[in-house]
């Protein structure tokens, strides 16, 4: 179990740049989740798959946020046309289908700066 | 709705003294309740978690957690702190049902040597 990996750890964009994060889950969990976290609040849910369906998306993913996890293993996050208030830190996180969403692994983040 | 309050940012406690950090949590069906730690530069670690059972929970590190239902709370406490505490404490809830975490807006706890 080499746990949750997010890449990259940093990401430095200009304003209108388009940009995509990876992260790879724990291998047998089939659930994984993204998260935003800005400046001085807790992290805040974006969206949620159960192998390669995803099930569910909050309000603060924009029609400029697209996520996939295309064979049910690794998800994207991409961002178009960046903005600085997308600003923050990415943050992956997956658990077992039977454990519930209560078993959540984090990664270490990915901090996105758009200058 | 759900929501999660965090009424103190920011914690300063020497070290070896005793520490509460605060949380209470609103909403109308029935949660589960989690604590996460976050160390510079690392990303979040469950602590603890109430799920069911006993109200009272405990983590390996010596933090503990009482789930009161009536006060709507789940303030976690330590007896005595280390250097190797220093962290950001969020407190977590999920609905049941939910597929997500509503997370507080973390509490900065420093131990003063």
């Known amino acids: 179990d080499t746990g949750v990996s997010q890449d990259p750890r940093h990401k430095i964009t200009k304003r209108g740049q388009n940009v995509t994060f990876r992260c790879d889950p724990i291998?047998?969990?089939?659930?994984l989740y993204w998260y935003r976290q800005t400046l001085g609040q807790g992290p805040e849910f974006l969206t949620y798959?159960?192998?390669?369906?995803?099930?569910?998306k909050s309000r603060l993913l924009s029609d400029r946020f697209s996520a996939e996890r295309p064979k049910g293993s690794f998800s994207t996050l991409e961002i178009q046309r960046t903005e600085q208030g997308d600003s923050a830190m990415y943050l992956c996180?997956?658990?077992?289908?039977?454990?519930?969403?209560?078993?959540?692994?984090f990664g270490p983040g990915t901090r996105l700066t758009v200058t | 709705a759900q929501s999660v309050t965090q009424l103190d940012s920011q914690v300063p406690v020497f070290e070896e003294a005793p520490v509460e950090l605060r949380c209470n949590y609103s909403?109308?069906?029935?949660?589960?309740l989690f604590w996460y730690v976050q160390y510079p530069n690392q990303g979040l670690q469950l602590l603890l978690k109430?799920?069911?059972?006993?109200?009272l929970v405990e983590s390996i590190n010596g933090f503990e957690a009482e789930f009161n239902k009536s006060q709507t709370s789940f303030h976690l406490r330590k007896p005595s702190v280390h250097i190797s505490d220093t962290a950001e404490y969020f407190c977590?809830?999920?609905?049941?049902?939910?597929?997500?975490?509503?997370f507080g807006t973390g509490t900065r706890l420093t131990v003063i040597p």
């Open positions: 109430y799920l069911s059972g006993s109200t």
């Open positions: 909403s109308s069906v029935s949660v589960y």
């Open positions: 977590a809830v999920s609905v049941t049902g939910a597929n997500n975490l509503f």
């Open positions: 798959f159960q192998n390669e369906a995803q099930l569910e």
């Open positions: 996180a997956s658990s077992l289908e039977w454990g519930g969403p209560y078993e959540q692994y």
């Open positions: 291998s047998e969990h089939n659930r």
